[in-house]
């Protein structure tokens, strides 16, 4: 059974960092893309990014919204997916989610607020 | 980047109607969209993909087509568990980009 389960939520201040895991299961990590979707309280998902896999050399692309910002990387001897996250503003605050490629399975997701 | 007009932004409709939302595309995407639905828990589940495929154990009363720039999801009977959110997401070039989502309601 495939299962991806985020956590490393919570509250940080402005100007801050954090970093958030995705532990996945039941699936070959390296022959997947790994993505990143966030969600604002009340608003639209917003994807930040993926990972590509093993054969694409594990390479990364990343919305203009978090580029420079954000770092997606992935451990893949433990299966897990990483977002860390700098300089964080309160616009940052959001639900954020791990997905796998084709978004056929999503984590249940992990909550950041970014408030003073 | 690509942008995905989604509409109607929210839709009020009774049990047993048939009711279509729509994503238009400002390129071409070919067949790169999914149609997702999210639960008022967060919880995201992938109904169609690749515009027209149905996802493994979802029902067949959903359904994903597209005419020119424009990708629908129908359901062709509303059931009470239908009553959620719906996002389109295109995939065929990054950055990928969401739909603003369609807010389903009951009447």
């Known amino acids: 059974e495939v299962k991806l389960v985020e956590s490393g939520g919570g509250l940080v201040q402005p100007g801050g960092s954090l970093r958030l895991s995705c532990a996945t299961s039941?699936?070959?990590?390296?022959?997947?893309?790994m993505s990143w979707v966030r969600q604002p309280p009340g608003k639209a998902l917003e994807w930040l990014g993926f990972?590509?896999?093993?054969?694409?050399?594990?390479?990364?692309e990343y919305s203009a919204s978090v580029k420079g910002r954000f770092t997606i990387s992935r451990d893949n001897s433990q299966s897990i997916l990483y977002l860390q996250m700098n300089t964080l503003r309160a616009e940052d605050s959001a639900t954020y989610y791990c997905?796998?490629?084709?978004?056929?399975?999503w984590g249940q997701g992990t909550t950041l607020t970014v408030s003073s | 980047d690509i942008q995905m007009t989604q509409s109607p932004s929210s839709l009020s409709a009774s049990l047993g109607e048939r009711v279509s939302l729509t994503c238009r595309a400002s390129q071409d995407i070919g067949s790169s969209l999914n149609w997702l639905q999210q639960e008022p828990d967060g919880t995201i589940k992938r109904l169609i993909y690749a515009t027209s495929s149905l996802d493994s154990g979802v029902p067949k009363r959903f359904s994903g087509s597209r005419s020119g720039s424009d990708y629908s999801l129908t359901i062709s009977s509303l059931e009470s568990e239908d009553f959620v959110d719906y996002y389109c997401?295109?995939?065929?070039?990054?950055?990928?980009?969401f739909g603003a989502g369609t807010k389903l309601e009951l009447k």
């Open positions: 997905a796998r490629r084709d978004f056929d399975y």
């Open positions: 039941g699936f070959t990590f390296t022959d997947y893309y």
């Open positions: 997401l295109q995939y065929a070039s990054s950055p990928l980009t």
């Open positions: 990972i590509r896999n093993k054969a694409n050399g594990y390479t990364t």
